[in-house]
């Protein structure tokens, strides 16, 4: 199985700061790879896929780079509707893997 | 509106059985493959099982491998679950997705809210 690693598991930001987010996956996995909002008690939101393309309709603001087994997701100005875990995931091989989530709140 | 609602949780004792549907509405439901996935009590989300837009293709996680049976009806646009053996760790919240393309190998772009399976005795 391919194991999918977050850096960091948790992190604190003002409004308007840029944060980053890295996803590291044991093998390569090409670009196969989705990043998901999760806040408490709503359904997972998919934000980034195939590692860089941003899903339709979500804010500008979120992107995603990397290929083979880095894979990096950045938020360029913080908001507070952004507090959320984020999770990674990919699907180049089954079982189709999340990483452990990274947890965003605002300072 | 694209839309996906879960139905079939509960409580049910270790080793009875327990069947998940999901409904989808809003887009071509036989046009793309769908998935179930589940997150465990205080903890992260775990890929389950997915079946292709035409049933030619279902996969599973280990975990529930030989257990759990996917599904799908496109004439009705439904998905299940067939969950038999059930084990406390398999205590969850189960997600319904649509996967962005005909494939399992995709992305999941659109949620249900989920529908939650307690297995205590």
Same mark, same amino acid.
């Given at each position: 199985d391919i194991q999918m690693t977050q850096s960091p598991s948790s992190l604190s930001a003002s409004v308007g700061d840029r944060i980053t987010i890295t996803c590291q996956a044991s093998q390569d996995i090409t670009?196969?790879?989705?990043?998901?909002?999760?806040?408490? !008690?709503?359904?997972?939101?998919?934000?980034?896929?195939?590692?860089?393309?941003?899903?339709? !309709?979500?804010?500008?603001?979120?992107? !995603?780079?990397?290929?083979?087994?880095?894979?990096?997701?950045a938020i360029s100005s913080l908001q507070p509707e952004d507090v959320a875990t984020y999770y990674c995931q990919q699907y180049d091989s089954v079982p189709f893997t999340f990483g452990p989530g990274t947890t965003v709140n605002i300072k | 509106e694209v839309q996906l609602v879960e139905?079939? /949780? +509960? =409580?049910?004792?270790? /080793?009875?059985?327990?069947? #998940?549907?999901?409904?989808?509405?809003? *887009?071509? *439901? /036989?046009? %793309?493959?769908?998935?179930?996935?589940?997150?465990?009590? +205080?903890?992260? #989300?775990e890929w389950v099982s997915s079946i292709s837009w035409n049933g030619g293709t279902i996969l599973y996680a280990?975990?529930?491998?030989?257990? *759990?049976?996917?599904?799908?009806?496109?004439?009705?646009?439904? #998905?299940? =679950?067939?969950?038999?053996?059930?084990?406390?760790?398999? $205590?969850? #919240? %189960? %997600?319904?997705?649509?996967?962005?393309? $005909?494939?399992?190998f995709s992305r999941l772009d659109v949620w249900g809210q989920g529908t939650t399976v307690i297995v205590s005795s």
């Open positions: 670009k196969y790879l989705s990043w998901y909002q999760k806040k408490p !008690g709503k359904a997972p939101k998919l934000l980034i896929y195939d590692g860089s393309n941003l899903e339709t !309709g979500v804010p500008s603001r979120f992107s !995603g780079s990397g290929s083979g087994s880095v894979f990096t997701f | 139905s079939g /949780g +509960g =409580l049910v004792q270790p /080793g009875r059985s327990l069947r #998940l549907s999901c409904v989808a509405s809003g *887009f071509t *439901f /036989g046009d %793309y493959a769908m998935s179930w996935v589940r997150q465990t009590p +205080g903890k992260g #989300l280990g975990s529930v491998k030989g257990r *759990f049976t996917i599904s799908r009806d496109n004439a009705k646009n439904s #998905l299940s =679950l067939q969950m038999n053996s059930l084990r406390p760790e398999d $205590t969850a #919240l %189960y %997600y319904c997705a649509k996967g962005g393309t $005909t494939s399992c």
